[in-house]
């Protein structure tokens, strides 16, 4: 399996909702991470987990809370969202992460929409 | 920390004729500079990327440069298609963390 997936494909969520996005990869790869994409514009990166343990947050609002429950599980939990928290979002992942310059791979992305 | 910018920001160019965008950055630790191309509604696609210790790599029409002391790495493509029609991003990478540039929206017109 050389692909990262993501799910849902496309989500709409009130700004009182409780979601979570889902990220998973099988290619053995130790290194996982959340960007968040607008319109137009380039991914923006949100956190970065190697070897399980988070190693960057972007001073992200704790609005979006990140979890990895294990080496090939990426979670993103939002709660209490804003309309201009609409955007796609990506996971991607890469062989060893931060030690290491290595190549990142995309997954298809979560259209979220905050109503 | 690092900053990207790319040029141009738009690129249009007939079929069979070469393309060229340009990127800098900031950050002389940068170390590694990866290209992804990005059709509309898709995931961001690796087309090539370049280590801090290479000046060229070459793949089929694609090709980067790096210039390390003038802090600029370019993409070139060769006998554009119309199926290259993308935006393209380059980033430069510090520790694993990549920084974008703003995009380049190409179009080949058949």
């Known amino acids: 399996d050389t692909e990262v997936t993501q799910t849902p494909k496309h989500l709409v969520m009130g700004m009182t909702n409780k979601k979570s996005l889902k990220c998973e990869q099988h290619m053995g790869h130790r290194a996982m991470y959340w960007y968040k994409q607008k319109a137009k514009k380039p991914p923006e990166l949100m956190f970065v987990y190697s070897y399980e343990k988070l190693s960057i947050n972007e001073s992200v609002p704790s609005r979006f809370s990140p979890e990895c429950p294990n080496s090939s599980l990426l979670n993103l939990h939002l709660h209490a969202l804003q309309p201009e928290d609409s955007a796609l979002y990506l996971c991607?992942?890469?062989?060893?992460?931060?030690?290491?310059?290595?190549?990142?791979?995309f997954g298809p992305g979560t259209r979220l929409t905050v109503l | 920390g690092e900053n990207v910018e790319q040029h141009p920001s738009t690129l249009s160019v007939q079929e069979g004729d070469s393309a060229v965008i340009k990127c800098t950055y900031s950050d002389s630790a940068s170390n590694y500079f990866p290209w992804y191309k990005q059709e509309l509604g898709k995931r961001p696609q690796l087309i090539i990327d370049i280590r801090s210790n290479v000046g060229e790599k070459k793949d089929q029409r694609i090709a980067v440069t790096l210039n390390k002391t003038a802090k600029h790495f370019s993409l070139h493509i060769t006998e554009t298609q119309p199926e290259d029609s993308a935006v393209y991003f380059c980033?430069?990478?510090?520790?694993?963390?990549?920084?974008f540039g703003q995009g380049t929206i190409l179009t080949v017109h058949p």
């Open positions: 991607a992942s890469s062989q060893e992460g931060s030690s290491v310059p290595d190549t990142q791979y």
């Open positions: 980033a430069a990478s510090i520790h694993g963390k990549l920084t």
